[in-house]
C-alpha cells in the first residue's frame, strides 16, 4: 500500500471482487488461503487498490478497468487488433468503449473461441509456452484417420519446427477429431493432421483451459465471469 491510499477491510475487497460473500471470504482468510503482497492474510487486514491479493495462488483482480471477453471467431475474420489490409478482426466484433487485444491467435480460415482483453497477465499466462494452457480443437478431416494415425498425433510428430508434444486425440465421429493440444505453434493442428495424410476442411476451437461455450455462436461475444477469468489464471498456475 502506499501513503494516504485508501484502505478496505481486505473481506469486503474481496466479496466485491466476486470471490464470495463477505461471511465465506473471512473463512477463507482464516483458512489460511489468502496472501496480501506475498503474506499470509489474517482478519481484520486492510488493503488497497495497489496491493496484491491472491487466493489459493490466484490473483484477485481490484482494477475495474479490466475487461474480459470471449468471441466465438467466425472463418475469415483475423486475429489481430487490426489489418494493413483491410480485413475484418476480431477487435472489430467486440465493444470498442476499452482497447483490447486477442489473446493468442486463431487461424483466418478457422473458426471458434478466443479472448480478448487488457489484462496483461492473463495474456502473459495464457500465451507463454511455459503454462501451457490446454486448448481443445474439433477438427472435420480429408478420410478416415486410421488408428496409426490416431496414435501419431497422440504420440507427437515430427513437423518443419520439431516434434509435436503428446497431444489428447479421439474422433468422436466420423472424419472428425477432437484434439487438446498445450502448444501454440503457428497452424499446429492443420500441420498434425496433414502429416498423417488426412487434411483439415474445418476446423473449430471449442475450449480454451476451463472455458467453453456451446451456445455462443459465431460471431458473437460475451463478457467472461470472474470465476470464468480466475480458472484461466488458475489453468496457468497448475
Known sequence: ?????????????LARSGVASRRASEEMIEAGRVTVNGDLATLGDKVGANDRIELDGVPVLQDPDLVHYLLHKPRDVVSTASDPQGRS?????VPSETRVFPVGRLDTDSEGLIVLTNDGDLTHKMTHPSFGIPKEYLAHVEGLPTRSALRQLREGVELEDGFTAPAEVSMPQEGVLKLV???????????????VGHPVIRLVRVRIGPVSDKGLAAGRWRTLTMEEVRSLYAAAIN
Open 89 to 93: 478482426t476480431v477487435v472489430d466484433l
Open 181 to 195: 493440444i498445450h502448444e501454440g505453434r503457428n497452424r499446429q493442428v492443420r500441420r498434425m493432421c496433414a502429416l
Open 1 to 13: 500500500m502506499t501513503v494516504g491510499e485508501s484502505l478496505e477491510r481486505l473481506q469486503k475487497v
